[in-house]
């Protein structure tokens, strides 16, 4: 268990409450991991959690690699961070608890609409899967097609970068 004063580092680094939160939990996940020697951290990221990370980052006028949404493998430092249920909504996982007697614990401020992420998914996400009840589905092949996009992209970017002649261009 770690326990950080978020708010504190937040206003310290100019970040918001979400933000510098994530940056402790995967510091203190990979603290953990390199004292341990794991090499594979398996987290709990849903479609649901993939089509908020979309919309965020879409109002705030995200690029084309933000438009990636989760990714599901994520290189730290020390291991990576699988995704293994990304493709299923929070509906199937809390079905599938109830269904097998399995206990789940639902974090307290997902319901505080005062963080941006807590108001898309309490008001903005059910509104988009009334308009589509695929709305997830549709996001998840987007999301795919954008991290397909953006690797393509990247690849030939660096292919090109090293057949530059810099002292040339300079």
Same mark, same amino acid.
């Given at each position: 268990v770690l326990r950080a004063k978020i708010p504190e580092i937040a206003s310290a680094s100019g970040e918001s409450l979400e933000e510098a939160a994530r940056? /402790?939990?995967?510091s203190f996940? *990979?603290? @953990?991991?390199? *004292?341990k020697d @794991?090499? /594979? +951290? +398996?987290?709990a990221h849903n479609s649901d959690d993939n089509a908020e990370t979309l919309l965020l980052s879409l109002s705030r006028g995200?690029? $084309?690699s933000g438009a990636c949404g989760i990714a599901p493998v994520r290189q730290l430092n020390f291991g990576e /961070?699988?995704?293994p249920i990304l493709s299923l909504s929070k509906k199937e996982i809390v079905e599938f608890c109830h269904e097998n007697s399995y206990?789940? /614990?639902?974090d307290s401020t997902n319901s505080d609409v005062s963080y941006p992420r807590n108001r898309v998914r309490q008001n903005i +996400? $059910?509104?988009l899967e009334a @308009?589509? $009840?695929q709305f997830l589905a549709a996001i998840a092949r987007f999301t795919e097609a954008q991290r397909e996009d953006s690797l393509y992209l990247d690849a030939e970017a660096e292919k090109y970068s090293r057949e530059l002649d810099c002292a040339a261009l300079s």
């Open positions: 940056k /402790v939990r995967y996940f *990979e603290d @953990i991991m390199r *004292e @794991i090499k /594979v +951290l +398996l987290t995200c690029s $084309p /961070v699988h995704r206990a789940f /614990v639902t +996400l $059910p509104e @308009i589509n $009840p």
